[in-house]
């Protein structure tokens, strides 16, 4: 068993959180992970992507190979379409609805969710919208999460856990909205 | 034995704990910061070993040869372009009687994903005649690094670990062995190797590369060597090294005939296996993260008929960074069919400053100050403001390396061209920016240096700066700039154009001027308030 994810997002969109929770939960189940982050200069408000690599067997590369990636998960929808290349014939893709246009030429948003609607496995979710509603537009990677969660090898009873575990330091009520977010995502792909 | 979830940098750091260093010392850069950060957090944690941000990794390197020649183990870390910066103590490291054990972790950027070149360290481990590891994962780099501090007590020289972006950055479940203590302070009891005057430069070089056998012998049969020759000769056999082996496993298991294989975790190469490997086989494909750097060797050492297929070749890039699709090209694998968006629904998205970042508000001042003459020069520096090089901005022209910028500006000034304008981080200056500025006063430079301070090391992530911005008036007035040419200015949205007012004055005076533009980082004081909340 293996699932191979691409996580996609604007750097400052909080990509890097969604990898690490999976990631945990995914140890937790004994599995074994290769987390490939981007660090320094495409940070800043740039495009930055994860690769994330679960399986039953030892990982060899830190990097999903093309056309072979289970799933897409993208903060944003232009981001997600970026990496399409690496999705596998039978992979989902799920991705933000919002855009985030710090561009001049960002291409016209219907076009993008035609784009993506056209997939045999696409999932849209307004996670920002989601996110607000369940009490800071901060948490819209959680709802992320809550949106992959049924395509996850990890219970989603572990993730809520996590996430109790990721913003404890911050207090009950950060845990709170990022808990509720998360229930909004598995709701909204449900 | 406990298992833990580290960075390629961070198994890197516990190794060295681990090994029983007594201090690290490093510059921050992209893929390596993370080595340091972890040990100044470990130490916050249990009071040692000591973990130091240092002015440059020259000052790095020099402080690490100080720690070991009072007997004790220390770890400097850098980018692969810090070790140009180091490359002058590096160098001479070589031949000092290392005493305690010194080794230095470079993580290489094959990609450029935060670097200005992606030059292969592996080349100045074998330049300095040095023995180089280069793990292919997280667990290798915990353990290579504790066998470097060995290796380097037991021949008497520096050992260099090598890290490539994808493991500096990726993370993975590493098990830990039992720590090792520190090494007592004890004096080096050589008294001449380390004064490398001719005369004992001579006989120091002369012990290295009589040592350099039994070097060599103890690379050869290194465990990180590994040569697996199969049942079957002919056909096609794989030499991989470090992380490009995790590539070459994605693919092997398709392959059919599992190829003969030799990985090299360790250098000097491993010769003997080599030639064992090109034996058994009638092409060689060499799978290597960075330059070509055994592939070219081999065409020295084996046989003319055999052929050696890798980047040379052109079965492999000579740029760019290795990818799983790249090398199962090489083996002659058929690239899925892809699904492709349309071109035009998928543009750049490069990266930027952050909205109202201070550096933003200086750049906008000085395009308007510059406007009003034909051919003004704006060189400038590594750090976050490179990115003024992009739209909406548009404001510099150079970006070369750590501190050019006040020296480029300098020769395009002693060349003619007015007015040459410098900018520098207020890191970087520190890092490599005072020492040109000493040129610049020496010889009344026609020319204004803009220092953009916002009280952190922002593109590595907000580190603190070596020294508080309050001490850059010292440096700047203690090197010689004129107090009547020396401006600290406060950027606010409120007084726009009290920035632009100063860099106009500036401009027109004939000889050198420094201008602080001073405003705290974004994400830097964002993240110091909500440590203190």
């Given at each position: 068993m293996k699932c191979d994810i691409v996580l996609a997002g604007v750097g400052?969109?909080?990509?890097?959180?969604?990898?690490?929770?999976?990631?945990?939960?995914?140890?937790?189940?004994?599995?074994?992970?290769k987390q490939s982050e981007v660090h320094g200069m495409a940070q800043r408000g740039g495009a930055v992507q994860a690769n994330l690599r679960l399986a039953d067997q030892p990982v060899a590369s830190d990097l999903v190979p093309l056309g072979t990636a289970d799933l897409i998960v993208s903060m944003e929808p232009m981001e997600a379409l970026r990496y399409l290349t690496y999705l596998a014939p039978t992979g989902t893709l799920i991705t933000a609805s919002e855009p985030v246009r710090n561009i001049p030429n960002y291409p016209d948003l219907e076009r993008l969710l035609a784009e993506v609607r056209r997939l045999d496995r696409a999932i849209i979710v307004e996670s920002e919208k989601l996110a607000r509603k369940a009490g800071s537009a901060r948490a819209s990677n959680m709802v992320m999460v809550g949106a992959a969660a049924h395509l996850l090898p990890v219970p989603p009873e572990t993730i809520a856990e996590l996430i109790r575990q990721t913003f404890a330091r911050k207090g009950d009520k950060v845990v709170e909205i990022n808990l509720k977010a998360f229930a909004a995502g598995r709701e909204a792909a449900a | 034995m406990s298992e833990q979830v580290l960075l390629g940098d961070e198994a890197v750091a516990l190794g060295a704990v681990h090994a029983g260093i007594t201090a690290a010392y490093a510059y921050p850069g992209t893929p390596s910061t993370e080595i340091v950060e972890y040990l100044k957090g470990y130490q916050a944690r249990h009071g040692k070993p000591l973990a130091r941000w240092t002015a440059n990794e020259k000052t790095a390197y020099e402080e690490a040869l100080g720690?070991?020649?009072?007997?004790?183990?220390?770890?400097?870390?850098?980018?692969?372009?810090?070790?140009?910066?180091?490359?002058?103590?590096?160098?001479?490291?070589?031949?000092?009687?290392?005493?305690?054990?010194?080794?230095?972790?470079?993580?290489?950027?094959?990609?450029m994903h935060s670097s200005q070149n992606e030059q292969d360290s592996r080349y100045f481990?074998?330049?300095?005649?040095?023995?180089?590891?280069?793990?292919?994962?997280?667990?290798?780099?915990?353990?290579?690094?504790?066998?470097?501090?060995?290796?380097?007590?037991?021949f008497h020289v520096p050992v260099l670990v090598r890290l490539v972006t994808r493991l500096a950055h990726s993370r993975a479940v590493v098990r830990l062995g039992d720590g090792r203590?520190?090494?007592?302070?004890?004096?080096?009891?050589?008294k001449s190797g380390w004064i490398l005057l001719p005369?004992?430069?001579?006989?120091?070089?002369?012990?290295?590369?009589?040592?350099?056998?039994?070097?060599?012998?103890?690379?050869?049969?290194?465990?990180?060597?590994?040569?697996?020759?199969?049942?079957?000769?002919?056909?096609?056999?794989?030499?991989?090294?470090?992380?490009?082996?995790?590539?070459?496993?994605?693919?092997?298991?398709?392959?059919g005939a599992s190829?003969?294989?030799?990985?090299?975790?360790?250098?000097?190469?491993?010769?003997?296996?080599?030639?064992?490997?090109?034996?058994?086989?009638?092409?060689?494909?060499?799978?290597?993260?960075?330059?070509?750097?055994?592939?070219?060797?081999?065409?020295?050492?084996?046989?003319?008929?055999?052929?050696?297929?890798?980047?040379?070749?052109?079965?492999?890039?000579?740029?760019?960074?290795?990818?799983?699709?790249?090398v199962g090209r090489a083996?002659?694998?058929?690239?899925?069919?892809?699904?492709?968006?349309?071109?035009?629904?998928?543009?750049?998205?490069?990266?930027?400053?952050?909205?109202?970042?201070?550096?933003?508000?200086?750049?906008?001042?000085?395009?308007?100050?510059?406007?009003?003459?034909?051919?003004?020069?704006?060189?400038?520096?590594?750090?976050?403001?490179?990115l003024g090089a992009l739209p909406p901005y548009q404001a510099i022209e150079s970006c070369v390396c750590m501190g050019a910028s006040v020296s480029m500006a300098k020769g395009a000034a002693d060349a003619g061209l007015h007015p040459a304008v410098a900018v520098i981080g207020d890191s970087t200056f520190l890092h490599s920016g005072v020492t040109p500025l000493m040129d610049v006063v020496a010889s009344q430079a026609k020319m204004t240096l803009i220092i953009l301070d916002n009280s952190t090391v922002a593109m590595t992530g907000g580190q603190d700066t070596l020294l508080p911005s309050r001490a850059l008036r010292e440096i700047v007035l203690g090197v010689g700039i004129a107090a009547e040419h020396f401006h600290e200015v406060e950027l606010h949205a409120r007084h726009k154009d009290k920035i632009a007012e100063v860099i106009r004055r500036e401009i027109d005076y004939a000889g050198p001027s420094v201008i602080i533009a001073r405003r705290e980082c974004l994400e830097t004081a964002k993240r110091k308030k909500s440590t203190a909340a």
């Open positions: 400052g969109q909080g990509v890097l959180s969604i990898s690490s929770i999976i990631a945990w939960g995914a140890m937790k189940q004994g599995m074994h992970v | 720690v070991s020649m009072v007997g004790r183990r220390t770890l400097v870390a850098m980018k692969h372009v810090g070790l140009n910066v180091a490359a002058d103590p590096f160098m001479n490291s070589s031949i000092v009687p290392i005493h305690g054990g010194l080794v230095v972790a470079v993580a290489d950027d094959p990609g481990a074998d330049f300095a005649r040095v023995p180089c590891f280069e793990p292919a994962d997280q667990q290798q780099a915990y353990e290579m690094t504790r066998e470097a501090f060995d290796l380097s007590e037991r203590a520190e090494n007592p302070l004890a004096k080096s009891p050589d005369s004992n430069a001579r006989v120091q070089w002369r012990k290295l590369l009589d040592r350099f056998g039994e070097i060599e012998a103890a690379i050869a049969d290194s465990r990180f060597n590994v040569l697996e020759l199969g049942p079957t000769s002919g056909g096609l056999g794989v030499i991989t090294t470090g992380l490009a082996r995790n590539y070459f496993l994605e693919h092997r298991a398709a392959l190829p003969a294989t030799l990985h090299v975790g360790a250098y000097p190469f491993p010769v003997a296996k080599i030639r064992a490997l090109a034996a058994r086989v009638e092409r060689l494909l060499v799978i290597e993260e960075g330059y070509p750097f055994l592939e070219r060797y081999l065409r020295g050492i084996l046989p003319p008929a055999l052929e050696i297929q890798g980047k040379l070749s052109g079965q492999l890039p000579l740029d760019g960074e290795l990818t799983p699709d790249i083996l002659g694998r058929e690239p899925p069919r892809l699904r492709t968006p349309p071109a035009e629904l998928v543009v750049g998205r490069p990266p930027q400053l952050c909205a109202g970042c201070p550096h933003g508000d200086t750049y906008a001042a000085l395009k308007s100050v510059l406007a009003a003459f034909a051919v003004p020069l704006v060189t400038a520096d590594i750090g976050c403001y490179t």
